[in-house]
């Protein structure tokens, strides 16, 4: 009887496990014994059978934990388990078939017992002849000097041999996993996937079946060519994708020298002897000009010559021939030539002479440059289109070479500077602008000409020295190499917009509470710098004559963004606020009632403020605050040389209407102490060098000026931020609110919004 698969019993019960045996063997199976399960596990590993019976008592270990181990070990975790069990609850059974593949229940019964058996044994083999098809493909992918890498249908690399790993540089463990990006030139990325959904898609696919030449990329970085050789295939309905890629590097060395040779062969090469008869012709004369080798060899120069030019050229033969001078050997001049159909093209013709037994032998390269010809026909179209385009926007226009001198403008910049043509060109912009503007020119020119810098605002001076605000939106021109070859800019005038920020911007001021000012027992200073005309940073001094006046409220806030979107934001949190003070409630409910209307009024708009409300008590020496997502305000100590940060919870307002806002606490004030509240367009502007200002040279400003009134440590504070970002555009609002702790002389005095 055939062997039909070998199986391993393990089971501690003698009479069970001869009668399965006696079962198995008389149907043509081989069967061992085990009655121990960890010799079970050390002979399994060795043995490989088809099928493991598992008992479910063991003296030695729980045939669970048995499973267990089968399932993770490397040679055994292929092999089907049964187990034998008495047991015939759902919990058995559940995790009979968890931790193992089936369960046969006792008393056994013949038919089902082969059944269960045959079923898995069939699994095992189709797992083993898997497990050795896998191997022989392994180990042919290992045995092959081309990369062969396989990928699923979303171009994840599935497969990775060795021969990919010397080829690109990434080891197997490295590769899989990743996109087929890892290997592709950025360049060819889009169309890589653009060609992926197609043919997922069902459509066509241009390298599927073919050896293609194409770049690929190595993991340091450098580009080579590769000859691919791409195919699809199916598994579990699910396609995949197999490429062989082989390096074709030297054969491509190798061809460029042959062509380097042989270069002139793209054009035609023609030579003829001294009477003027044809006596070399190649393949690219006869692309150019139509007629074969053997249909021109022997005629006369002049079937490639129209016929208005032929005693021209007859006179010339006969003067090189006579010794004379030629007025094109040795010189490239365009001329015109005859086709075969009679056709004429234009053509660029470099002229040589040599000698054979002092005969005379002219060789000349025939170039075909009717796509020049068509190609500069379009440029003088296109420069004519240009040229309409420019001429009559509404924007001045300016073209520069990539050292940024003035090639070209249009007539709107020419009136917008008040100059001709000929007076701007071959200037630069820097000669048309302000100072300031100059400077930013000056700092920023090589970030401008790499494109950092698309858009920005500026002054410029016109000939009648009044300066215009403009907006200049540039573009850096490159040729198919990448490489800079000059720039152009709009320039739109600025002059009407800026008069409505400039209008918009008095009135934001005016809402503003004066910049400095002295209440009982505090010296108080505020001022917002706006990075643009009219800006989302706000402070206000809060107090309501209809409220207890032992207190006075400082409050910094700043809106995300800035700009007009902001200021209006800052707008309608300032009336907000204002309604909310008016209650007369403590700070924590004022900022829960204004976050509460903010919310509802900004909601799916993407906008949030944050904001620092304090209320000093100068008398009570204490103070009290509500951090709304701002950074933390700090108080300074010249006594004791000594910070704090007056830090605490709180959500931005606009984010959660429901969100309750907690009050904090701090006493013990004493004279001479400075509390500084400010926004972080203060710290986190950058310089040149992109460093950024911080909050330690912030503080040092604060510690040396502490001597000096609130309004003077605000201008030692704003002339170093100033001095540190010269020639950068400030990318923020700067807002900052000094208060310090004086001598108190008589009740607070009252403020409002």
Same mark, same amino acid.
């Given at each position: 009887?055939?062997?039909?698969?070998?199986?391993?019993?393990?089971?501690?019960?003698?009479?069970?496990?001869?009668?399965?045996?006696? =079962?198995? &063997?008389?149907?043509?199976?081989?069967?061992?014994?085990?009655?121990?399960?960890?010799?079970?596990?050390?002979?399994?590993?060795?043995?490989?059978?088809?099928?493991?019976?598992?008992?479910?008592?063991?003296?030695?270990?729980?045939?669970?934990?048995?499973?267990?181990?089968?399932?993770?070990? %490397?040679?055994? %975790?292929?092999?089907?388990?049964?187990?034998?069990?008495?047991?015939?609850?759902?919990?058995?059974?559940?995790?009979?078939? &968890?931790?193992?593949?089936?369960?046969?229940?006792?008393?056994?019964?013949?038919? *089902?017992?082969?059944?269960?058996?045959?079923?898995?044994?069939?699994?095992?083999?189709?797992?083993?002849?898997?497990?050795?098809?896998?191997?022989?493909?392994?180990?042919?992918?290992?045995?092959?000097?081309?990369?062969?890498?396989?990928?699923?249908?979303?171009?994840?690399?599935?497969?990775?041999?060795?021969?990919?790993?010397?080829?690109?540089?990434?080891?197997?463990?490295?590769?899989?996993?990743?996109?087929?990006?890892?290997?592709?030139?950025?360049?060819?990325?889009?169309? !890589?996937?653009?060609?992926?959904?197609?043919?997922?898609?069902?459509?066509?696919?241009?390298?599927?079946? %073919?050896?293609?030449?194409?770049?690929?990329?190595?993991?340091?970085?450098?580009?080579?060519?590769?000859?691919?050789?791409?195919?699809?295939?199916?598994?579990?309905?699910?396609?995949?994708?197999?490429?062989?890629?082989?390096?074709?590097?030297?054969?491509? #060395?190798? *061809?460029?020298?042959?062509?380097?040779?042989?270069?002139?062969?793209?054009?035609?090469?023609?030579?003829?002897?001294?009477?003027?008869?044809?006596?070399?012709?190649?393949?690219?004369?006869?692309?150019?000009?139509?007629?074969?080798?053997?249909?021109?060899?022997?005629?006369?120069? &002049?079937?490639?010559?129209?016929?208005?030019? !032929?005693?021209?050229?007859?006179?010339?033969?006969? @003067?090189?021939?006579? /010794?004379?001078?030629?007025?094109?050997?040795?010189?490239?001049?365009?001329?015109?030539?005859?086709?075969?159909?009679?056709?004429?093209?234009?053509?660029?013709?470099?002229?040589?002479?040599?000698?054979?037994?002092?005969?005379?032998?002219?060789?000349?390269?025939?170039?075909?440059?009717?796509?020049?010809? #068509?190609?500069?026909?379009?440029?003088?179209?296109?420069?004519?289109?240009?040229?309409?385009?420019?001429?009559?926007? /509404?924007?001045?226009?300016?073209?520069?070479?990539?050292?940024?001198?003035?090639?070209?403008?249009?007539?709107?910049?020419? #009136?917008?500077?008040?100059?001709?043509?000929?007076?701007?060109?071959?200037?630069?912009?820097?000669?048309?602008?302000?100072?300031?503007?100059?400077?930013?020119?000056?700092?920023? #020119? %090589?970030?401008?000409?790499?494109?950092?810098?698309?858009?920005?605002?500026?002054?410029?001076?016109?000939?009648?020295?009044?300066?215009?605000?403009?907006?200049?939106?540039?573009?850096?021109?490159?040729?198919?190499?990448?490489?800079?070859?000059?720039?152009?800019?709009?320039?739109?005038?600025?002059?009407?917009?800026?008069?409505?920020?400039?209008?918009?911007? *008095?009135?934001?001021?005016?809402?503003?509470?004066?910049?400095?000012?002295?209440?009982?027992?505090?010296?108080?200073?505020? @001022?917002?710098?706006?990075?643009?005309?009219?800006?989302?940073?706000?402070?206000?001094?809060?107090?309501?004559?209809?409220?207890?006046?032992?207190?006075?409220?400082?409050?910094?806030?700043?809106?995300?963004?800035?700009?007009?979107?902001?200021?209006?934001?800052?707008?309608?949190?300032?009336?907000?606020?204002?309604?909310?003070?008016?209650?007369?409630?403590?700070?924590?409910?004022?900022?829960?009632?204004?976050?509460?209307?903010?919310?509802?009024?900004?909601?799916?708009?993407?906008?949030?403020?944050?904001?620092?409300?304090?209320?000093?008590?100068?008398?009570?020496?204490?103070?009290?605050?509500?951090?709304?997502? !701002?950074?933390?305000?700090?108080?300074?100590?010249?006594?004791?040389?000594?910070?704090?940060?007056?830090?605490?919870?709180?959500?931005?307002?606009?984010?959660?209407?429901?969100?309750?806002?907690?009050?904090?606490?701090?006493?013990?004030?004493?004279?001479?102490?400075?509390?500084?509240?400010?926004?972080?367009?203060?710290?986190?502007?950058?310089?040149?060098?992109?460093?950024?200002?911080?909050?330690?040279?912030?503080?040092?400003?604060?510690?040396?000026?502490?001597?000096?009134?609130?309004? *003077?440590?605000?201008?030692?504070?704003?002339?170093?931020?100033?001095?540190?970002?010269?020639?950068?555009? +400030?990318?923020?609002?700067?807002? =900052?609110?000094?208060?310090?702790?004086?001598?108190?002389?008589? +009740?607070?005095?009252?403020?409002?919004?």
């Amino acid at each position: 009887m055939p062997n039909r698969g070998h199986i391993i019993i393990v089971n501690d019960n003698p009479v069970d496990t001869d009668v399965l045996q006696e =079962l198995l &063997e008389n149907n043509g199976y081989r069967v061992d014994k085990e009655a121990n399960g960890k010799n079970a596990l050390s002979n399994i590993s060795e043995a490989k059978p088809n099928l493991i019976l598992l008992g479910d008592s063991l003296p030695d270990i729980n045939p669970f934990s048995l499973s267990a181990k089968l399932k993770q070990g %490397k040679q055994t %975790k292929y092999i089907p388990v049964i187990f034998l069990t008495t047991l015939n609850d759902t919990d058995t059974r559940i995790k009979g078939v &968890e931790l193992g593949d089936d369960l046969i229940t006792k008393p056994f019964e013949a038919r *089902e017992v082969l059944a269960r058996v045959e079923r898995q044994v069939t699994v095992s083999k189709v797992r083993m002849a898997l497990r050795e098809s896998e191997t022989k493909f392994r180990s042919v992918m290992e045995s092959a000097i081309d990369a062969i890498i396989s990928a699923d249908v979303s171009g994840i690399i599935r497969s990775w041999n060795s021969a990919a790993t010397a080829l690109f540089g990434f080891t197997e463990d490295e590769a899989i996993g990743r996109p087929l990006e890892l290997i592709i030139p950025e360049r060819y990325r889009k169309l !890589h996937q653009e060609g992926i959904r197609r043919v997922s898609s069902g459509g066509p696919s241009r390298v599927i079946g %073919k050896t293609v030449e194409v770049a690929a990329v190595r993991k340091n970085g450098s580009e080579f060519p590769v000859e691919l050789s791409l195919a699809t295939w199916f598994l579990e309905k699910k396609r995949y994708y197999t490429g062989i890629i082989r390096d074709i590097s030297e054969r491509k #060395q190798a *061809e460029q020298k042959f062509r380097s040779v042989t270069e002139s062969a793209v054009d035609a090469i023609i030579s003829a002897d001294h009477t003027g008869n044809i006596v070399s012709w190649n393949n690219a004369a006869t692309r150019i000009l139509g007629y074969t080798a053997e249909e021109a060899i022997g005629q006369r120069l &002049e079937i490639i010559i129209p016929e208005r030019f !032929h005693e021209a050229h007859r006179k010339g033969m006969q @003067r090189v021939t006579a /010794g004379g001078e030629s007025r094109v050997i040795g010189k490239t001049v365009e001329l015109f030539a005859r086709t075969k159909t009679g056709a004429e093209v234009p053509i660029e013709l470099s002229l040589a002479t040599w000698n054979v037994r002092e005969e005379i032998y002219y060789t000349g390269i025939i170039r075909d440059i009717r796509e020049r010809k #068509q190609a500069e026909e379009a440029l003088r179209k296109s420069e004519e289109k240009y040229r309409r385009i420019v001429e009559t926007a /509404g924007e001045g226009f300016i073209l520069m070479d990539k050292n940024l001198i003035i090639t070209d403008v249009n007539e709107a910049l020419c #009136q917008l500077v008040g100059l001709r043509r000929e007076n701007i060109i071959g200037k630069t912009p820097l000669e048309f602008a302000t100072e300031d503007f100059r400077q930013f020119l000056e700092t920023n #020119q %090589k970030e401008i000409s790499a494109g950092k810098y698309k858009e920005f605002e500026g002054t410029v001076v016109s000939q009648n020295d009044r300066n215009i605000p403009v907006l200049v939106h540039g573009s850096t021109l490159r040729d198919d190499q990448g490489r800079v070859i000059g720039n152009m800019a709009f320039v739109t005038n600025l002059s009407e917009q800026k008069k409505s920020l400039a209008l918009a911007a *008095e009135v934001q001021k005016s809402l503003q509470p004066p910049t400095a000012l002295r209440v009982s027992g505090l010296d108080v200073a505020g @001022r917002t710098i706006a990075c643009e005309e009219i800006g989302g940073a706000y402070f206000a001094f809060l107090q309501d004559k209809q409220c207890a006046g032992d207190h006075f409220d400082a409050v910094v806030g700043d809106v995300t963004g800035h700009g007009v979107d902001a200021a209006l934001f800052m707008t309608t949190a300032r009336a907000f606020l204002r309604m909310s003070a008016s209650q007369c409630g403590d700070i924590s409910q004022i900022i829960t009632e204004m976050n509460r209307h903010l919310t509802l009024d900004i909601l799916d708009t993407g906008r949030f403020m944050t904001l620092f409300y304090m209320r000093i008590y100068p008398e009570n020496k204490k103070l009290q605050w509500v951090r709304a997502g !701002h950074d933390p305000a700090i108080i300074y100590d010249p006594g004791e040389n000594k910070f704090e940060e007056l830090n605490g919870a709180g959500l931005a307002l606009g984010v959660d209407g429901n969100y309750v806002y907690e009050e904090n606490l701090k006493t013990g004030l004493v004279k001479g102490q400075i509390i500084a509240i400010g926004t972080d367009g203060i710290w986190e502007t950058f310089n040149t060098n992109g460093k950024m200002f911080g909050k330690k040279r912030f503080r040092d400003i604060v510690r040396e000026n502490a001597h000096l009134e609130a309004n *003077e440590i605000i201008d030692a504070v704003y002339n170093e931020l100033s001095t540190f970002s010269k020639g950068l555009k +400030k990318e923020d609002d700067a807002t =900052l609110v000094i208060i310090k702790l004086e001598e108190i002389s008589k +009740k607070i005095e009252e403020w409002h919004i």
